[in-house]
């Protein structure tokens, strides 16, 4: 059980474009969902925090303009990086939970994302 | 502000012998709960391990176990017998209760399993 499904895995794209990554909880409602970004041998950092049917809360230094997070429904939310740059690329990984404080988030597999 | 401070960036066991690594944390909350991830080079985050602070008992999981002193904010995870498969980059987390489930991540520890 709590599977959480992200895609895609991996986009390679030029810059300017806009990428929209998808994240589903398969089995279970997930109330709140995380977005974090990973660089390469560092820990996780933690973009932004949604809440299905409200405003995503964005942590300090995040553009929310660049990071558009919409969190529609309890299965799914979405990551778009508006008009991508190089300096954008990086494992971009989402987590999801359900129920009450305490209960352990449920990530998904992650998606490379890079920017030529 | 809260912290999590792994102070291992890398760690070395012995297949079959036994490892730990340590984290510590700071919040001035009373209210908490501490959990270990593995993120082995698939880089899917897997739960290990999961406390309540209000538990004095220490939690378990087959051949892992933590080592948690409330007093001092530790909260250690001992691998033993350890395996080739435990491989991985492990990460230490605090969730605040009532602050939105947000997880506070330590900078990590990559152990590595000599057969």
């Known amino acids: 059980g709590a599977v959480v499904s992200q895609h895609p895995s991996r986009v390679i794209c030029k810059s300017g474009t806009s990428v929209k990554i998808e994240c589903r909880s398969l089995d279970f409602q997930a109330t709140t969902m995380f977005w974090y970004r990973q660089f390469p041998k560092q820990s996780l950092m933690l973009m932004a925090t949604s809440n299905e049917g409200s405003k995503a809360t964005y942590e300090q230094g995040v553009e929310k303009d660049k990071f558009l997070i919409n969190h529609a429904s309890l299965t799914l939310s979405t990551l778009t990086v508006t008009s991508a740059h190089p300096e954008d690329s990086s494992f971009y990984i989402c987590?999801?939970?359900?129920?009450?404080?305490?209960?352990?988030?449920?990530f998904g597999d992650g998606t490379r994302l890079s920017i030529l | 502000a809260q912290t999590v401070t792994q102070s291992q960036p890398e760690m070395s066991v012995q297949e079959a012998e036994t490892v730990t690594l340590s984290c510590t944390y700071d919040?001035?909350?009373?209210?908490?709960?501490l959990f270990w991830y593995k993120q082995p080079p698939s880089r899917q985050m897997i739960l290990v391990i999961r406390q309540e602070a209000y538990k004095q008992q220490n939690a378990t999981e087959n051949r892992f176990s933590v080592n948690f002193q409330k007093a001092a904010k530790s909260f250690s995870l001992k691998i033993s017998d350890s395996q080739l498969g435990d491989a991985a980059m492990y990460f230490c987390a605090v969730e605040i209760y009532n602050q939105g489930g947000k997880l506070i991540f330590g900078q990590g520890t990559e152990l590595s399993v000599k057969p």
């Open positions: 987590s999801a939970r359900g129920g009450a404080a305490g209960q352990p988030q449920h």
């Open positions: 919040t001035s909350e009373s209210d908490y709960y």
